[in-house]
């Protein structure tokens, strides 16, 4: 693969990367609910899911998905139900408790099965279909091996947005421990990462193949 179009997929992705959509604002809620680990465990399910959908695009399965809209419009309201639902969940663990100060501290999810919902989450984020239908194709030359081309712009996707939701779960992380931390504002916590959450599935429901 040529330098330049690999550095030019590179600069692409990592900009694609920063912009606040699903999988950014998963990782802020749960970076903001939960702590800078599980943002972790949120952000490789996430990556988890794009490398299902590199495979995919390999093998012209994205493709074949993206034109197909009802199969699209199928993925892309379950992506808007999962992330409203998670975003309820998160609204009503901020309301258990009369007060911040008598607040009951919602149960911790388990590592793995955050990992999952990260992982559902990307595979029904049609965002992520048409990132590769769309934007991949033009980084591939077909004279060239397509399996090793693809191998190559997957690990460096890969590697290019961990870090970025790295930085995002994070930061996220460093303000909802502000927040736990003043006892009039606890609560406020679970409420925001709750409207990320919910912000992204109506954000996911103005998403169309055209």
């Not at 009802?70 to 009369?98: C, E, K, M």
């Not at 911790?108 to 965002?127: D, E, H, I, S």
């Not at 091996?145 to 930061?171: D, H, K, M, N």
Request: proline share 5%.
């Amino acid at each position: 693969m040529n330098f330049s179009i690999w550095l030019a997929f590179f600069i692409t992705a990592t900009v694609a990367s920063f912009v606040p959509g699903p999988a950014v604002l998963y990782v802020v809620g749960q970076g903001m609910r939960h702590g800078a680990r599980k943002a972790i465990a949120a952000n490789l399910g996430i990556l988890s899911g794009n490398a299902i959908w590199f495979t995919a695009s390999a093998i012209g399965l994205a493709a074949l998905v993206a034109v197909a809209a009802p199969v699209f419009n199928a993925i892309r309201w379950l992506g808007v139900a999962y992330l409203t639902w998670l975003g309820i969940s998160a609204w009503r663990d901020s309301l258990r408790g009369a007060d911040a100060t008598h607040r009951i501290a919602p149960p911790v999810p388990g590592t793995f099965r955050m990992w999952r919902q990260g992982v559902l989450l990307q595979l029904a984020n049609p965002k992520a279909i048409l990132f590769f239908t769309a934007l991949l194709p033009q980084f591939v030359d077909a004279k060239q091996p397509i399996a090793a081309q693809i191998a190559v712009l997957a690990i460096t996707s890969i590697a290019s947005e961990f870090v970025v939701l790295a930085f995002y779960g994070w930061l996220a992380a460093r303000g909802g421990a502000l927040l736990v931390a003043r006892p009039r504002l606890a609560r406020a916590t679970d409420a925001a990462a709750g409207t990320c959450l919910v912000g992204a599935g109506v954000g996911l429901a103005f998403v169309h193949t055209a």
